[in-house]
Structure formats: C-alpha cells, structure tokens
C-alpha cells in the first residue's frame, strides 16, 4: 500500500538554487526517512527522522516534519549538477510490521 | 564494505523459465528486505527477513515467487515459471535493525521476461 507521497512528480532548477521536496503520508509513523536514487542504481538512505523530532540537518539537506499535518519536506541547498537523482521518502508505519513504504519520488534535475 | 551485492545485474529470460535472484547483505546486518521497483507501481516490498527468518511475504505477487535465506550473508529471490509482467528492477537492501534502521539497497537486478 502507498503511503508516502511527493511533491512535485518532478522539480527542474538551474545550480546554485535551492530545491524543496515534500512528502505526505496518511498513517501514524515511527520514523521517515529519505532516500536518493541516482538513474540505474540502488536508492542511498540520506536521513532518518524520527517521529519525535521535527528537524535534522546533513550538511547541505534539512529534512523538517510535521506529525499533525503528516508531512514532511527534504530541502537541498546551493543545488550542484551532481544532486541531479530521483528522491523518495519511506514512511515507517507504527504497529503491526512496521514496514517501510516507499512514495513514487521526486525527480529533481539541477541544470548547470 | 563491498556494500549489499545482488547478481546478476541483468537477466533476459524468456517466459515460463525461471529466475534466481542473488543477494549477499552487509556483514552484521540482521534484517534483508527484497523490493520490486516499475514505472507504474514504485518501490513495493515483497519480502522481508529477519535473523534468517522470513518475518513478512505478504507482498509477494503470486505463488511463483519464492525467497530463501539459508544463511546470514546469502538470499535468492527465485520465480517460477516467469511472465513478461515480472519485468522490472528487483532490490536487496539489509538494514540492522528491519526498518528502524537505514536500508542499504544493491543496485538491483534488471529482469526482463520476453
């Protein structure tokens, strides 16, 4: 079952500028995190948040959440040609298996 | 670390053969999940285990697809007999605590069933 859901489908910025991914879910959650896929390859985690904190910083990338509207945003700043991938977020769901379910993703392209 | 390492990386396969799907997790990671990723339906879950044992299959389409884990460091996914609607990228991740904790993927194994 789909539970993540992106937006936009798909994002097209010029370097340098910041991009902004957003991502919401419908059920209670334990966890969310974000992964990065770049074409042809496996998906790379980049950040989990847990379902008790709202913000988390890795260098350039701040993850933000929001348990009461279920949501979640992935900012990348001073965007490089290199951040050019498709961009999931994965919801662990609370209870029962807590299984991972992957949205559709963002497909973000940083133009030189 | 090598990484999560998944052979072969393609297979073309014509239908009604069968497929085996290899995957050796990273070394101390208790958790290995199988996903399936296609263009229509995204990142689908078809099997996780944990300590060697299957703790989810529910999202395996069909009885002709079957996991095993014999051991802590090698897993096959195998289908049989193939259908053209098993095309698709088909991911290994591990993780060391089942979904609490970072999936590392493999880069997939395309399957292409004609």
């Known amino acids: 079952s789909q539970q993540g859901e992106e937006d936009p489908q798909a994002l097209s910025i010029q370097e340098g500028e910041n991009a902004t991914m957003n991502c919401s879910y419908k059920?209670?959650?334990?966890?969310l995190q974000w992964y990065r896929q770049n074409s042809g390859r496996g998906l790379v985690h980049l950040i989990l948040?847990?379902?008790?904190?709202r913000e988390k910083h890795s260098g350039r990338l701040r993850v933000t959440l929001d348990t009461s509207k279920k949501s979640s945003s992935l900012l990348i700043t001073a965007s490089r040609a290199a951040d050019t991938a498709s961009y999931f977020c994965?919801?662990?769901?609370?209870?029962?298996?807590?299984?991972?379910?992957f949205g559709k993703g963002t497909k973000l392209t940083v133009n030189p | 670390d090598a990484g999560v390492i998944q052979s072969p990386r393609h297979e073309v396969t014509e239908m009604g053969q069968e497929v085996t799907l290899r995957c050796k997790p990273i070394s101390g990671h208790n958790s290995l999940f199988w996903y399936r990723q296609t263009m229509m339906r995204g990142l689908e879950l078809l099997i996780y285990?944990?300590?060697?044992?299957?703790?989810?299959d529910s999202g395996m389409p069909e009885d002709r697809f079957s996991a095993k884990m014999p051991n802590a460091s090698f897993s096959t996914l195998k289908i049989q007999p193939s259908e053209p609607r098993d095309s698709a990228v088909y991911f290994c991740a591990s993780s060391l605590e089942r979904f609490r904790s970072p999936l590392h993927f493999g880069n997939g194994t395309r399957l292409t069933v004609t």
């Open positions: 285990f944990n300590n060697n044992v299957p703790i989810d």
């Open positions: 059920t209670s959650i334990n966890n």
């Open positions: 948040i847990r379902s008790n904190e």
């Open positions: 994965a919801t662990g769901e609370q209870g029962g298996s807590e299984k991972l379910v």
